[in-house]
């Protein structure tokens, strides 16, 4: 048996995934602004997984050269993630159709299904975010190829429930379409959990960001290796009439220095000072370019550190294709573990 093809049960229990994605392991690379770029991107895919580009905020422009560039170092499936509220969606998904993507993973809400049919007119497949079973039925009948659910364990903006609820809650009741479930995976024995219960594959970011060919700095790397489960929070919400989305990341000055600003906004909107809308935006502003700050710069105390609580998994810094194989080998260990004592019961 070919080692990188995984035991045979391996094999069956993620077989809707990988005949789905047309790769060797249903893994996806979660999409994640400033690291999933084209190095990352084509290494997932010519290790075997399914890299996904983050199209975050960029350009079409830009976009369009990050599929070129990522087509140049892989001739293996990838897909890239679009944010649904991005000004220049539609333009977008034309970059798409010219560059002939065959994954467009949507992200950031609920997609209308006039975006959906534009996506599949072009003949590509659609993935996209179910936060809950019902969602996830409405999305299946609007023609979603696939869905992805993902727990609040996850980096980045995230949702309140965790990612067993999530999927006790969605895999059993949503079954016409591929699930991937998302969020505090970091090792092969989670995976299988995930597959017994019905999922297709997973996806995993936080696991890949110290990979060799990620182009995070130094600094940034250095944060995940350092950092426990438990350095990875939520933001803070202060005020309800002003709601802040929860990103989860590694705890630094910055974050205080976001709740420091939460305080001091509240203060003046309390004061007639700022209109709510104009206090929410200010709160929402405080991160821009936060991320790239700490990605590409390595400002680690004034960036943003956005990362799940599987961080402190990372151990080191190894290549995407040793990271993979390590998740299929812990994968196969736990499976061979279970036949062998299946066979002294049998």
């Not at 035991?7 to 047309?22: H, I, S």
Request: glycine share 10%; charged share 20%.
């Amino acid at each position: 048996m070919d080692r990188h093809e995984g035991t045979p049960y391996l094999d069956r229990l993620w077989q809707r995934g990988r005949a789905f994605l047309g790769t060797r392991y249903a893994i996806l690379g979660g999409a994640m602004t400033w690291v999933s770029e084209r190095h990352l991107v084509s290494a997932i895919s010519n290790a075997g997984g399914f890299g996904v580009i983050a199209c975050g905020a960029m350009t079409p422009e830009r976009l369009a050269e990050e599929i070129a560039a990522t087509k140049a170092m892989t001739a293996l499936p990838f897909g890239v993630n679009l944010i649904l509220m991005h000004p220049d969606l539609e333009d977008l998904i034309a970059v798409c159709r010219e560059q002939q993507v065959e994954f467009v993973v949507l992200a950031g809400g609920v997609p209308a299904a006039s975006t959906l049919r534009q996506i599949k007119d072009f003949g590509a497949k659609t993935l996209c975010f179910a936060p809950s079973a019902g969602i996830g039925k409405k999305l299946a009948r609007m023609g979603a190829d696939a869905l992805i659910i993902e727990g609040m364990e996850a980096g980045g903006h995230i949702g309140p429930v965790a990612t067993s609820v999530l999927a006790q809650e969605v895999l059993p009741a949503v079954t016409d379409v591929p699930i991937f479930v998302a969020g505090g995976i970091g090792r092969g024995e989670a995976i299988v959990s995930c597959l017994e219960m019905g999922a297709a594959g997973c996806q995993l970011g936080t696991r890949f960001v110290c990979a060799t060919e990620s182009i995070a700095h130094p600094n940034f790397k250095q944060a995940f290796i350092r950092a426990d489960a438990r350095d990875a929070v939520p933001s803070v919400q202060l005020d309800p009439r002003l709601p802040v989305i929860p990103v989860r990341a590694i705890a630094n000055q910055a974050t205080e220095r976001f709740i420091a600003t939460q305080r001091e906004v509240i203060e003046r909107f309390d004061r007639g000072e700022l209109s709510q809308r104009a206090a929410q935006l200010e709160i929402e502003h405080f991160w821009a370019g936060a991320l790239r700050r700490a990605v590409i710069d390595g400002d680690v105390e004034n960036g943003s550190l956005m990362a799940g609580q599987s961080v402190s998994l990372v151990t080191q810094e190894q290549s995407t294709e040793e990271i993979l194989a390590e998740l299929i080998a812990q994968a196969e260990l736990v499976l061979t573990a279970r036949i062998r004592y299946g066979s002294l019961r049998g």
